[in-house]
């Protein structure tokens, strides 16, 4: 099954306990995207990558890091995470060629709490 | 800046009535549009877009959408909704920003449906 799986699904931490949500799709697609859900504010693209080794920042880039070191991986990390990063996390993924780049394929989901 | 404005945060409707929520973008150009539903603890699934061409697309699930150029809106509309349709839709335009094919959502609209 075609799919954009992400883990863990629910985290709580503290601030400043780095920590990692991992995705990976089996699509073999070139592009893969983070994104961030908060009520009211809809989704907010943290980090893109158009391909192995490419990433690039969106809208809302400051306290994470990513990393695409193979096609499937796309792993969002948070060196020092803060209260302010308590969101729900959303992965996605796209052919990335044309007007298909567009039609993203979401993750379920991870919700993350910092206190 | 391009935006997207989801006027209705929630909208109640009885089981087998119609449904319309209301999507308006702000773009300069000819903007590429979605519809994306997310049901309660998944992802986003996409319904369905618009690139160019007939102005009244389809999508999945019995849903359909139509493009305003005049009105600079894309509504989503279901002739007669089932208590399956309860989930919380999002509108989105897409724009290519350096190498990103970004997505801009609206806030969402929270659809509850009568028995």
């Known amino acids: 099954e075609a799919q954009v799986t992400q883990n863990p699904r629910y985290l709580i931490t503290v601030t400043g306990k780095k920590l990692t949500v991992t995705c990976s799709q089996n699509?073999?697609?070139?592009?893969m995207s983070w994104y961030r859900q908060d009520p009211g504010l809809g989704l907010r693209q943290i980090y893109y990558s158009m391909n192995v080794e490419v990433t690039d920042k969106g809208d809302v880039p400051e306290g994470y890091k990513v990393s695409r070191k193979e096609k499937r991986n796309f792993p969002l990390i948070l060196e020092s995470p803060s209260p302010n990063q308590t969101s729900l996390y959303f992965c996605?993924?796209?052919?990335?060629?044309?007007?298909?780049?567009?039609?993203?394929?979401f993750g379920p989901g991870t919700r993350l709490t910092v206190t | 800046a391009q935006s997207v404005t989801q006027p209705d945060i929630h909208i109640t409707v009885s089981e087998g009535a119609s449904l319309e929520l209301r999507c308006n973008y702000s773009y300069g150009a000819t903007p590429y549009l979605f519809w994306y539903v997310q049901s309660p603890g998944q992802g986003l699934q996409l319904l369905l877009k618009?690139?160019?061409?007939?102005?009244l697309v389809q999508g999945i699930k019995g849903f359909e959408a139509e493009f305003k150029r005049s009105q600079s809106s894309f509504n989503l509309r279901k002739p007669s909704v089932h208590w399956s349709d309860a989930a919380e839709y999002f509108c989105a335009v897409g724009r290519r920003m350096d190498s990103s094919y970004k997505l801009i959502f609206g806030s969402g609209t929270r659809l509850l449906v009568r028995p």
């Open positions: 618009y690139f160019s061409g007939d102005t």
């Open positions: 996605a993924s796209s052919p990335g060629e044309g007007l298909a780049g567009y039609e993203q394929y």
């Open positions: 699509m073999n697609h070139e592009y």
